[in-house]
């Protein structure tokens, strides 16, 4: 059976940013400015403005500049409890309680 124009491929496709993969109920849903009520027509992929699309930045990678000089006494050990804590634990018995 032949697929309606606007229906993309169940087992996945191809988008703007590569391979559009699809699992289980899946939908690509293509809005448009200024489409007609009851066109069904692909409006095909969005066009982004220009400067608007991250890409991968081309540079050397850098090291950043580290402080070193902090050590332990930039977080100090915790105040240890003075008294002793009581806690009250109850063991679980079975998956009734749920």
Do not use: C
Not at 3 to 32: Q, Y
Not at 73 to 88: G, L, N
Request: avoid cysteine; glycine fraction near 12%; aromatic fraction near 6%.
């Amino acid at each position: 059976m032949p697929l309606p124009d606007n229906t993309a491929p169940m087992m996945g496709g191809e988008g703007p940013f590569g391979s559009v993969e699809m699992g289980g109920m899946f939908s690509v849903l293509k809005v448009r400015k200024g489409q007609k009520r009851g066109d069904y027509t692909n409006p095909g992929w969005f066009r982004h403005p220009a400067r608007t699309v991250a890409r991968e930045f081309a540079m050397p990678s850098v090291d950043p500049a580290r402080s070193h000089s902090a050590g332990r006494a930039a977080m100090p050990p915790r105040a240890k409890p003075t008294s002793d804590i009581e806690v009250q634990i109850r063991k679980p018995r079975g998956h009734a309680d749920h």
